[in-house]
């Protein structure tokens, strides 16, 4: 199959995830600046941090499967198996928003967001084991520096969150800031400024 089919599929799920969670917002319950902070603050900055991550994979979704041109049934399943953990941030986002950060929905929450990396990570493995696109891939992503980080932050805010849930929301912020920049040698490739297969060197991602 063609990969612009499973990336516009994936499109179209991105788009529902990110209107399911804005649907959560509560608003104000008064007409001052103060009562949107009462009301909706705690929720806007949750929701802002999970749409920050939304839009990092729907990037980084994006530029994968332009490397891929074509795409097999494994990879399919991959890359269902990571919109289902990604389906389930306006859950996780809502019921830690709910509770008021308490730890236990800030524990699932980093939970989630590491079992996304870990399935956007299955699915980038799956890809690099397909003939010809896999080669491709793994000169456009290097060593991948930030990809091997992000897990180590994600259960250190999970540890952290045990303690007291502000502190694991700073590691999970870090990752969506490291992550906010694309991979560079990706932009070179897709932009023809470069050919990445043919540069072994790893990439040195800016953290």
């Known amino acids: 199959m063609e990969s612009n089919r499973l990336e516009a599929f994936s499109d179209g799920v991105l788009a ?4 399911v969670m804005v649907l959560e917002l509560k608003g104000p319950s008064g007409p001052r600046i103060a009562d949107l902070w009462h009301t909706s603050g705690q929720s806007l900055l949750t929701y802002v941090l999970s749409f920050v991550y939304i839009g ?6 994006h530029h994968l499967f332009h490397v891929t041109d074509r795409v097999s049934g494994p990879v399919m399943w ?20 709910d509770t008021h950060l308490a730890r236990t929905p800030t524990v699932i929450y980093g939970v989630n967001l590491l079992a996304a990396a870990i399935a956007y990570y299955v699915l980038q493995v799956t890809i ?17 520096l930030k990809g091997k980080l992000s897990p180590v ?3 250190a805010g999970i540890g952290l969150a045990f303690v007291d849930p502000w502190l694991g929301l700073i590691p999970y912020a870090a ?10 040698r990706v932009e070179r490739y897709l932009e023809g400024a470069g050919d990445p297969v043919a540069d072994p060197r790893p990439s040195r991602d800016p953290l």
């Not at 529902?16 to 209107?19: C, L, M, R, V």
């Not at 990092?56 to 979704?61: P, S, V």
């Not at 991959?78 to 928003?97: E, Q, R």
Request: charged share 10%.
């Open 56 to 61: 990092i994979y729907w990037n980084n979704h």
């Open 78 to 97: 991959a890359n269902l198996h990571l919109l289902f953990w990604l389906s389930l941030y306006p859950f996780t986002t809502s019921w830690m928003d």
């Open 128 to 144: 690099l084991r397909q003939p010809g696109t896999g080669e491709t891939l793994r000169g456009v992503l290097g060593s991948d």
């Open 153 to 155: 932050l994600y259960l």
């Open 175 to 184: 990752v969506a800031l490291i992550w906010l920049v694309p991979d560079r």
């Open 16 to 19: 529902i995830i990110i209107t």
